[in-house]
C-alpha cells in the first residue's frame, strides 16, 4: 500500500509540473542592470565645475558645437530674413543669434497663415558675441515661418541660425534643469541673483492656455541691462518659451517681469543652467532669497 501511495504522489507531482509556464531567458537591458534610483533628480546629476546638460553629453548638443555644425545666415542692420518649415512635424524651431562683439537689437516673429503672428519677440543684447541669444520656439501645426528682421544700423549685422529642435534638443535641456516654477501675477516681477560659478540661465515661460507677455532682463550692476527680451506668445501652454541666457562674470541677476494684466499669470522656472568655476558653492548656483 505505502509502495502504492508513493507511486500516486510522484505521479501527481510531475502532472503538475507539466502545466508550470517555462521561464523565458529575459535579456538583460542597460536599465535593469545600472543602479537607477528613480528618486534621483536630473539636477543632482549636474556636476559643479564640469557643466550643465550640455557640457555633460546629457542629450542635445553644445551651443557653441550647434553653431560650428551650422551655416548661419547673415542678416544686415535693416534686412529681413525667413525661414519657412512645411513639415507639420516640426513642434520647436531653435533660434540663435550672435554678432562679432557688437550690439544685437532684432526681431523674431512667427508667422502662420496670412496675417497672423502668434509669437513675436524683440531681442537686445549689449555684446552679441559675449552673451548670444538661444531660444526655443513652439511651431505646432505647420506649416510656419520664422522671420528675423535686424533692426540696428547696417554697421551693426547679426549672425542667425534657425533649426528644427528634436526630442532630445536643447528644449528638453532646459526642461530638465528648470524643474522649479512660481506664479508670478499680471504686473508683477520676480528677480534671480546667481552666483558668479554660473555660466548660463535656463528660463521657461508658459501660462494655462492664456496669452503670455513678460520681459525677460539680465542686469549686471545697477539699472545695466545686458540682455533684454519682450515676449508675446498667443497661447502660453500650446507655445511655451524656452531660452539659455549666458551670464559670464559676476553680479548677475535675471528679472522677469509679467507685462499683462493681473488676469493672466504666468509660471517661471528659472534655474542654473551650466556651471563652472572651482565649484565652491553649496548650491546649485542659484542664491538664496531669489525673488524680491
Known sequence: MKFLASLA?????N???AFVAPQANRAATQLAMSDYNVNTSVRDNVDVGVGGPLSSGVGGRDLAEIWDNSSPVIVQGGSLRTWSFANPAIESVQVLLKTEGRPLDADVELWQGPDNTPHKMRVYVEDGALRTFNAVIGTPRG??????RNIGQLEFPLDAVVRPDRDDGLAANIASVAQ???????????????????????IILKTDGRPLNAR???LQGPNNNKQVVELYTEDGLDRPFFAIVETPGSG???????????????????DAYRVGGDGEWADDGLMIGRAF
Do not use: H
Open 143 to 148: 506649416p510656419n515661418t520664422v522671420a528675423i
Open 15 to 17: 502532472g503538475a509540473t
Open 9 to 13: 504522489l510522484a505521479t501527481a507531482i
Open 252 to 270: 548677475n541677476v535675471v528679472r522677469v517681469v509679467n507685462t499683462a494684466p493681473v488676469e493672466f499669470p504666468l509660471y517661471a522656472s528659472v
Open 216 to 218: 525677460i532682463e539680465l
Open 180 to 202: 522649479r516654477s512660481e506664479t508670478i501675477q499680471g504686473g508683477a516681477l520676480r528677480t534671480y541673483p546667481f552666483n558668479p560659478t554660473v555660466d548660463s540661465v535656463a
